[in-house]
């Protein structure tokens, strides 16, 4: 076999690997804001869009790793993860001050605490399953969709920018909360967004940004359950 044939079918390849992760990822957001618009309109609410978000987030990311092998392309491998969790775990500690001060400050204005989210996460005990949305999300927005869009010759801040917007917006059809709290959640979500779409370039890494997400989750459950109590 000669070098063209080769080259053509690693380019083939490459157009297949780009089509099933934009495909894929692009029917799972769509599926779930449909599912959590229908949801918000009956008693079961965004419970059903928020179950599809973190199965179908990380099932996806699963078939397309073993059956396609697409592990590198999504840049969920142990290449570079030291690298990797130190960027997204520097620059996540920055972010949790800064959220937390911001936070301080708006608590210090007479702001509303986010009791539904502290009910949900508390009452119902779902804050131990913030590891497993962090996966999810990650997997989602950074490995299946972000990968996508730069192997498709997509411009780097441009696919930063798409993204993040529908990261952010994401929270309007998954969070079982008022649209007070969505809107919080939604403007925490851009930072996330922005900083991890560039680790994740960087570093060729999905692990960068689930640091990153990681520490700012953290940065979430101190700003609802600690901060109110300090001011």
Same mark, same amino acid.
């Given at each position: 076999?000669?070098?063209?044939?080769?080259?053509?079918?690693?380019?083939?390849?490459?157009?297949?690997?780009?089509?099933?992760?934009?495909?894929?990822?692009?029917?799972?957001?769509?599926?779930?804001?449909?599912?959590?618009?229908?949801?918000?309109?009956?008693?079961?609410?965004?419970?059903?869009?928020?179950?599809?978000?973190?199965?179908?987030?990380?099932?996806?990311?699963?078939? %397309?790793?073993?059956?396609?092998?697409?592990?590198?392309?999504?840049?969920?491998?142990?290449?570079? %993860?030291?690298?990797?969790?130190?960027?997204?775990?520097?620059?996540?500690?920055?972010?949790?001050?800064?959220?937390?001060?911001?936070?301080?400050?708006?608590?210090?204005?007479?702001?509303?605490?986010?009791?539904?989210?502290?009910?949900?996460?508390?009452?119902?005990?779902?804050?131990? +399953?913030? /590891?497993? %949305?962090?996966?999810?999300?990650?997997? %989602?927005?950074?490995?299946?969709?972000?990968?996508? +869009?730069?192997? $498709?010759?997509?411009?780097?801040?441009?696919?930063?920018?798409?993204?993040? $917007?529908?990261?952010? +917006?994401?929270?309007? $059809?998954?969070?079982?909360?008022?649209?007070?709290?969505?809107?919080?959640?939604?403007?925490?979500?851009?930072?996330?967004?922005?900083?991890?779409?560039?680790?994740?370039?960087?570093?060729?890494?999905?692990?960068? /940004?689930?640091?990153?997400?990681?520490?700012?989750?953290?940065?979430?459950?101190?700003?609802?359950?600690?901060?109110?109590? +300090?001011?």
């Amino acid at each position: 076999m000669n070098r063209t044939a080769i080259s053509q079918m690693s380019t083939a390849a490459a157009q297949l690997s780009v089509r099933r992760r934009l495909t894929s990822g692009f029917v799972l957001a769509v599926a779930i804001w449909i599912t959590g618009c229908i949801g918000h309109f009956t008693p079961f609410a965004e419970w059903p869009a928020l179950f599809l978000y973190v199965i179908g987030s990380i099932s996806v990311t699963l078939a %397309l790793g073993l059956r396609d092998r697409l592990w590198e392309e999504m840049w969920v491998t142990h290449r570079g %993860l030291g690298r990797a969790l130190a960027w997204g775990g520097g620059i996540g500690l920055v972010l949790l001050v800064i959220d937390n001060i911001n936070t301080y400050m708006y608590y210090r204005a007479g702001g509303a605490p986010m009791a539904q989210m502290e009910a949900i996460l508390i009452g119902m005990r779902l804050v131990f +399953l913030f /590891p497993l %949305l962090v996966l999810a999300e990650e997997f %989602l927005w950074r490995g299946v969709l972000l990968s996508g +869009l730069h192997d $498709a010759g997509v411009n780097r801040h441009l696919a930063v920018l798409l993204t993040t $917007a529908a990261y952010a +917006l994401n929270h309007f $059809a998954v969070a079982p909360v008022g649209m007070i709290e969505r809107a919080m959640m939604a403007a925490m979500g851009l930072p996330i967004g922005i900083a991890g779409g560039y680790l994740a370039l960087k570093t060729r890494s999905v692990w960068a /940004p689930v640091a990153l997400h990681g520490l700012t989750m953290i940065s979430m459950i101190i700003d609802i359950f600690v901060i109110p109590r +300090l001011v």
